[in-house]
């Protein structure tokens, strides 16, 4: 399968981003669903993407993080899919940072989102083995928060305040269809 143009919301297909993924039965299926998201991420950049995103409606979402020149603290994670992912557990302690999506205007919208800074997760690796990991960085934590929040139905600006929207911002030249 081909990248595909992240689904965006307002777009009839959209409305799969508020709704809730189905369990992945299927591991195959997963895979498959995985290398799709890869080939997508891959084509417009990001450090994650959730199944929903391209229009599957299944519990599966991948993370890129690798340490840039700019934040070498940032940890070697590489590329890593996360099957059937369930949170287990986030500390009460949160940090802010802005927070854009694929899937929301094309990239070009940016809000400033507080999430907690570390989380414990359970999930299926492409083997279908169980692991239960501790991620104690905090975007590391918030990328796989912000991916699983699509699972749920859910995205970035539905944590954002109303009266914080004045805060949101824009920058065209980020807009994914230039790619
Ligand atoms: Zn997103």
């Known amino acids: 399968m081909a990248f595909i143009l992240p689904t965006q919301i307002g777009t009839p297909q959209g409305e799969l981003l508020f709704r809730k993924s189905e369990e992945i039965t299927d591991l195959n299926e997963g895979i498959k669903i995985i290398n799709s998201l890869r080939e997508t991420l891959d084509f417009y950049g990001g450090v994650g993407l959730a199944a929903p995103q391209i229009g599957i409606s299944k519990k599966v979402f991948i993370v890129n993080l690798q340490p840039a020149k700019d934040d070498s603290d940032l940890p070697d994670v590489g590329f890593k899919a996360y099957i059937n992912p369930e949170i287990l557990n986030v500390s009460t302690e949160t940090n802010v940072y802005a ?29 279908g083995k169980q692991h239960i990991d501790e991620i104690y960085h905090p975007f590391h934590a918030r990328v796989i928060l912000h991916e699983n929040d699509h699972l749920n139905g859910k995205i970035f600006l539905q944590l954002i305040k109303t009266e914080d929207f004045s805060q949101l911002h824009w920058n065209e030249d980020l807009d994914i269809r230039k790619k």
């Not at 854009?100 to 414990?120: E, H, Q």
Request: charge should be positive.
């Open 99 to 127: 927070e854009g999506c694929l899937s929301v205007f094309y990239a070009t919208l940016y809000g400033s989102v507080i999430r907690p800074d570390c989380l414990k997760i359970k999930y299926l690796d492409i083997k």
